[in-house]
């Protein structure tokens, strides 16, 4: 997919920054994952490459989620438990999409995009955005 017909929100924007450098840098990768998704879907890209981008997607959600909880508990980050919430709401979807795409259910390639980058605006904008806040509050981050 060219860029002239990726719709914007499968794409990052500068609104989805917390001002936690590694953690937008995280988001920024995703986004290029959700991309590369659209991409290969729509160049009509065979199953085997298709589950490859799938499944690189979704591992580095999973892996995402694990280092933002990691850094919430390093800085004592007293909302972890709701934010942990909702990664765990996105992680049971995620491994039900997996199942789906190991089926080989390729339908499941454009939800998988439109799902992460729906999600994706929503969360960074709102849940990750306060633990920007929170961290600016007290000097751990400019
Ligand atoms: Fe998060
Ligand atoms: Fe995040």
Known sequence: MTSEVMPNFL??????????????????????????????????SRQSELEEVIGQLLSYTLYHFDREEELMRNIGYPFLADHQREHMALRQRVQEIRSRSEAGDVAVATDLANLIAAWLKCHTTTTDRRIGSYMRKFGLVA
């Not at 924007?13 to 959700?34: A, C, K, M, N, T």
């Open 11 to 44: 794409r990052w924007h500068p609104d989805y920054g917390i001002g936690v450098e590694e953690v937008d840098r995280e988001h920024q990768r995703l986004f290029s994952f959700v991309e590369a998704l659209a991409s290969a879907t729509q160049a009509g």
